[in-house]
């Protein structure tokens, strides 16, 4: 089943990139957003994938629409023009991925990891809010960065 | 460590791989500002993926959830702000040609 998933998945993300709409593409992105979603849920990450879902599925998208439509779209005959030339780029691709997968799985298993785990933390509060507390200071400063960032960015001129 | 999940971490990592190819080839190919921003979304998710199978192979998988948390914070707070700056640069330019972006040139 997961191998199935990580297809689709795959094949989500190849669309993303190959379709010639912006908006398709956005599209695309979110499916690959879900598909991972379902993945972490059947790895047992089910808070990831809940801020996966609503965050980067969700939110990602509708500022990728956002932004799109906010920007203008080219005409028709540009777009055709734009088309062509973006096949005799993009039509590598999926032979790329494709080579590289059977590439990749050719490859002999080499894995000898041994993990090192004094004590394993089971609850995902307790790593953020006791393990990881520095991470928590991290991220509020990213956002208020962000916050700030786009703040300047999309300021009207005096 | 059991071989499933040897096996596992494997054919996720050799999946991760592959998401990060299509993700880096765009950003190579493509000319279109918003659409290298959907192929650095793509490298982000390749990590989200090899983080989640790592934390899942090895047992910790509350570790794996906080630093995916983080990673999507960051992830959402780098694309709201590049988005911004690509609708500045649409703004200026009225292109989001990557070619056409000539201003800061030499």
Not at chain 1, 19 to 40: F, K
Not at chain 1, 90 to 106: D, E, K, M, R
Not at chain 1, 110 to 130: A, H
Not at chain 1, 132 to 150: E, T
Request: with cysteine; hydrophobic share 60%; net charge positive.
């Amino acid at each position: 089943m997961n191998i199935f998933i990580l297809i689709v998945l795959i094949a989500a993300a190849l669309w993303t990139m190959m379709t010639r709409s912006l908006l398709r593409s956005a599209i695309g992105l979110a499916l690959t957003s879900a598909l991972l979603t379902v993945l972490m849920f059947r790895f047992q990450a089910p808070l990831a994938a809940v801020f996966e879902l609503s965050v980067c599925a969700g939110l990602i998208s509708v500022l990728f629409i956002a932004t799109i439509s906010l920007t203008q779209p080219l005409s028709k005959q540009e777009a055709l023009e734009y088309m062509k030339e973006r096949i005799s780029r993009f039509w590598y691709l999926p032979v790329i991925v494709v080579l590289a997968g059977i590439a990749l799985s050719l490859l002999p298993m080499k894995l000898e990891l041994t993990m090192p785990s004094p004590e394993i933390e089971k609850d995902v509060r307790m790593v953020l809010w006791n393990l990881r507390q520095f991470d928590i200071f991290g991220q509020i400063i990213v956002i208020l960065a962000g916050v700030f960032g786009v703040v300047i960015l999309l300021k009207e001129r005096q | 460590m059991p071989n499933e999940m040897l096996q596992l971490f494997w054919t996720c990592g050799i999946f991760a791989v592959l998401i990060f190819i299509i993700g880096f080839y765009c950003l190579l190919a493509t000319y279109n500002l918003i659409r290298a921003l959907i192929g650095v979304e793509l490298l982000i998710k390749a990590v989200t993926l090899l983080i989640v199978v790592a934390g899942f192979v090895s047992g910790h998988m509350a570790l794996a959830q906080a630093l995916v948390i983080t990673l999507i914070v960051i992830e959402v707070v780098v694309m709201t702000v590049a988005a911004g700056v690509i609708l500045n640069v649409y703004m200026h330019n009225k292109s989001l040609d990557v070619r056409e972006l000539r201003n800061l040139k030499g």
